[in-house]
């Protein structure tokens, strides 16, 4: 079995691995190195093909014997191999990937406006594909002669891509630029994957233009270079069938519903099929603040235990393939929705009100069960994808939240979310 993998300075929570994994028969691992360890690793390590990330890119290309004309003309290198007779050659999948992702958005760019915004090394690939590709590009950055001052003079641009980290995981919840400014944008990629959806991606569902992050072009990128690696070609309905079933994988599974309606006892059934990690939203917040919810809504008020709590759903919400289960109240807070859609497909647990539990709930025994829920049902509503019964199985459960997800997870289809976020304004 050859030997490949990922090289770079920081790699704890890279895809590449679970990508490859379903790629090629060969083992591929992560190789953190520091600055002064990547020429002797390229000269002696024991590899076949690597993948470069951040910061190695540009670092490796002058250690190369032979790099490819697409690598030659971005200028960084992204897939290296060694040949039988030892000498290495780079390439740069990042077009590759890029170029599939352009595809997918059905939107022609060429003699449009694209705007990119970065002008770091993602985007080196990324003006390479859309001026071969005929686009009118436009580099955003913060100190050249277009920049985040001055955008108004681009409010013609079809296209806007996001090159920069501002948004990516952790810090989740920024966005570049304001797409209100941009009213003929007719798609929007960000090159981030984690979160699922950014800032700027959930302002795109918000306004109906289609979307799509950068998941698709990680996976069209490693089949190209999965083909290097082996060196025979792999069909291009690889990548589709990988990124539908990744797609599932790194999504969490949010489960939002009335006090006492089973959101955690459906969890832990959902955790025992799907091999993800339960949370429970009660549990972390007692956990974070050394008290229960029952203890500050009944000494503070609801109001302030509402605002502690929205700090325990931004962490969770950041976390990717976990099962998490929310209070009941989760819904009340219109800033919650971002926080929890980022990384989750929402599912309302629904279950006759005559059946909710009331006890250490204080909320249900002051207002009542059925005003309660009359008060709250509209937000339940606003906020899921789709819902459940209590007592459904957990398969149907996960076969429905599988099926949303496929559908759902396309630039195609982002104006169905749209309709559902009506009332979500910037």
């Not at 390479?128 to 590709?133: E, G, I, P, R, T």
């Not at 994957?193 to 998941?215: D, K, M, S, W």
């Not at 589709?240 to 832990?268: C, F, H, Q, W």
């Not at 099962?323 to 990384?343: F, K, W």
Request: proline content about 4%; hydrophobic content about 40%.
């Amino acid at each position: 079995m050859i030997q490949c993998g990922l090289l770079g300075e920081k790699l704890g929570h890279s895809y590449s691995p679970a990508i490859h994994k379903r790629l090629g028969t060969y083992a591929y691992d992560l190789y953190e190195k520091a600055p002064s360890e990547v020429e002797g690793f390229l000269k002696d390590g024991k590899w076949h093909g690597l993948n470069v990330t951040i910061p190695y890119k540009k670092t490796v290309f002058p250690l190369l014997h032979e790099v490819s004309e697409t690598a030659n003309a971005i200028g960084s290198v992204n897939t290296i191999v060694r040949r039988p007779d030892g000498t290495l050659f780079g390439d740069n999948t990042d077009a590759y990937g890029f170029r599939k992702m352009l595809e997918r958005s059905g939107v022609p760019v060429a003699g449009r406006k694209v705007l990119v915004l970065g002008n770091g090394g993602a985007a080196a690939a990324v003006l390479y594909v859309l001026k071969s590709a005929g686009a009118q590009v436009v580099v955003i950055s913060r100190s050249g002669p277009d920049n985040y001052e001055n955008l108004d003079r681009h409010a013609d641009a079809i296209m806007i891509v996001n090159t920069t980290p501002l948004g990516m995981y952790p810090n989740n919840g920024a966005a570049a630029v304001d797409l209100t400014h941009f009213p003929k944008c007719e798609a929007v990629l960000d090159l981030i994957y984690n979160p699922a959806r950014t800032a700027l991606l959930l302002q795109a569902e918000r306004l109906g233009i289609p979307y799509e992050n950068g998941l698709y072009m990680l996976v069209a990128q490693a089949k190209r270079s999965a083909e290097l690696f082996l060196g025979a070609e792999i069909a291009d309905s690889r990548i589709d069938r990988i990124y539908r079933e990744l797609s599932v994988l790194l999504m969490n599974i949010v489960l939002i519903g009335m006090p006492g309606s089973g959101k955690s006892t459906v969890a832990k059934k959902l955790a025992a099929i799907s091999d993800r990690t339960v949370y429970d939203a009660d549990a972390e917040f007692e956990r974070k603040y050394g008290r229960t919810p029952e203890d500050v809504i009944r000494s503070e008020g609801e109001e302030a235990f509402r605002k502690m709590e929205t700090e325990v759903l931004r962490a969770l919400g950041a976390l990717s393939g976990t099962i998490l289960a929310t209070g009941g109240g989760a819904v009340t807070r219109e800033e919650n929705y971002p926080l929890l859609h980022q990384n989750g497909i929402i599912v309302w647990i629904k279950r006759d009100v005559s059946e909710l539990a009331t006890e250490h709930r204080p909320l249900s025994q002051m207002t009542g069960r059925e005003a309660l829920y009359e008060k709250r049902k509209p937000m339940y509503e606003a906020f899921a994808d789709c819902s459940a019964a209590y007592d459904e199985p957990a398969e149907q459960i996960l076969e429905a939240v599988t099926a949303y997800v496929e559908k759902a997870e396309t630039a195609a289809t982002c104006a169905a979310h749209a309709e559902k976020a009506v009332g979500r304004k910037d």
